[in-house]
C-alpha cells in the first residue's frame, strides 16, 4: 500500500474512520529529519497491509497539526479507531516505528 496524504478533507476519512491502525506523521518538506523519516514509512507502508500510513504537510494543514498539539516534527501518532494509542516526536528507525504499533 503507498502512502496517503492527508488534508482537512479528506482526514476523517483517511484517518478517524480508517480501519487499518494508521501511522499518522505530521511533516513538512523543510525538515531535514522528516526528509530522513519519508524513505522509512514508505518501507512500512510497502510492507505491511495491516496498516495505513499517512501524512500530513503541517505547513498546508496548520489546524490539523495544532489540534494534535504538534509541536514539534516529524510527529507520529498511532491512531486506531479514531483514537490516539501512541505517538512519537523525532527521526526513528522502522523497528522503533514498529514498536509503536
Same mark, same amino acid.
Given at each position: 500500500?503507498? =502512502? @496517503?496524504?492527508?488534508?482537512? %478533507?479528506? $482526514?476523517?476519512?483517511?484517518?478517524?474512520?480508517?480501519?487499518?491502525?494508521?501511522?499518522?506523521? $505530521?511533516?513538512?518538506?523543510?525538515?531535514?529529519?522528516?526528509?530522513?523519516?519519508?524513505?522509512?514509512? %514508505? !518501507? @512500512? &507502508?510497502?510492507?505491511?497491509?495491516?496498516? /495505513?500510513?499517512?501524512?500530513?504537510?503541517?505547513?498546508?494543514?496548520?489546524?490539523?497539526? %495544532? &489540534?494534535?498539539? +504538534?509541536?514539534? @516534527?516529524? /510527529?507520529? $501518532? =498511532? @491512531?486506531?479507531?479514531?483514537? +490516539?494509542?501512541?505517538?512519537?516526536?523525532? $527521526?526513528?528507525? !522502522?523497528?522503533? =516505528?514498529?514498536?509503536?504499533?
Amino acid at each position: 500500500m503507498s =502512502i @496517503i496524504h492527508a488534508n482537512v %478533507e479528506n $482526514f476523517e476519512n483517511e484517518v478517524l474512520k480508517n480501519e487499518k491502525k494508521v501511522i499518522l506523521d $505530521f511533516y513538512a518538506d523543510w525538515c531535514g529529519p522528516c526528509r530522513m523519516l519519508g524513505p522509512v514509512l %514508505e !518501507k @512500512i &507502508a510497502d510492507e505491511r497491509d495491516d496498516v /495505513a500510513v499517512v501524512k500530513v504537510n503541517v505547513d498546508n494543514d496548520p489546524a490539523l497539526a %495544532e &489540534a494534535y498539539g +504538534v509541536t514539534s @516534527i516529524p /510527529a507520529l $501518532f =498511532i @491512531i486506531e479507531k479514531g483514537e +490516539v494509542v501512541n505517538q512519537a516526536v523525532g $527521526f526513528m528507525p !522502522k523497528d522503533k =516505528i514498529l514498536a509503536l504499533l
